[in-house]
């Protein structure tokens, strides 16, 4: 929400459903390397996501987005999770995520945390389609 003051106004005038407004970073050559780019997913309900993209090795592509529900995709466009994070590369030399640090005495730490009713909740994990369920 705006509490007043100045800012930037990139308004497109088309009202086409899933159109588009970018911001776009440019090198030398005019070619675009990055770009922030807000899509118009419907016009009369005002719904939209916000995509942040780049280029490597002359292929741009999307890297991540904000859904218009709020919803972190990387990787993906899939909007089911909070948080959906997808590594499409395969092989087992990909990580999907690494949690690292160099905390010689604490170490690296994931914590999942649920503060409300955790009846009947647990931690799922999956490995090659195989549903594992571990509940604490």
């Known amino acids: 929400a705006n509490a007043g003051g100045s800012g930037l106004l990139i308004q497109n005038t088309n009202n086409t459903n899933n159109n588009q407004n970018f911001l776009g970073f ?3 050559t005019g070619t675009s390397s990055a770009a922030i780019i ?3 997913e419907n016009h009369s309900s005002t719904t939209g996501n916000l995509q942040f993209g780049t280029r490597n090795a002359g292929t741009y592509a999307e890297r ?3 859904s218009s529900s709020g919803n ?3 990787g ?3 909007d089911t999770q909070r948080l959906h994070v997808y590594n499409g590369n395969g092989g087992e030399a990909y990580k ?4 690292n640090s160099n905390d010689t005495a604490n170490g690296t730490r994931i914590v999942i945390a649920n503060t409300g009713n955790t009846s009947g909740r647990g931690l799922g994990i999956n490995v090659g389609g195989q549903a594992n369920l571990y509940k604490g």
Do not use: E
């Not at 999907?96 to 949690?99: C, H, N, R, V």
């Open 26 to 28: 440019y090198d030398s």
């Open 38 to 40: 807000g899509q118009h």
């Open 64 to 66: 991540f987005r904000i």
């Open 72 to 74: 972190l995709l990387v």
């Open 76 to 78: 993906t466009t899939s």
């Open 96 to 99: 999907t995520a690494l949690f």
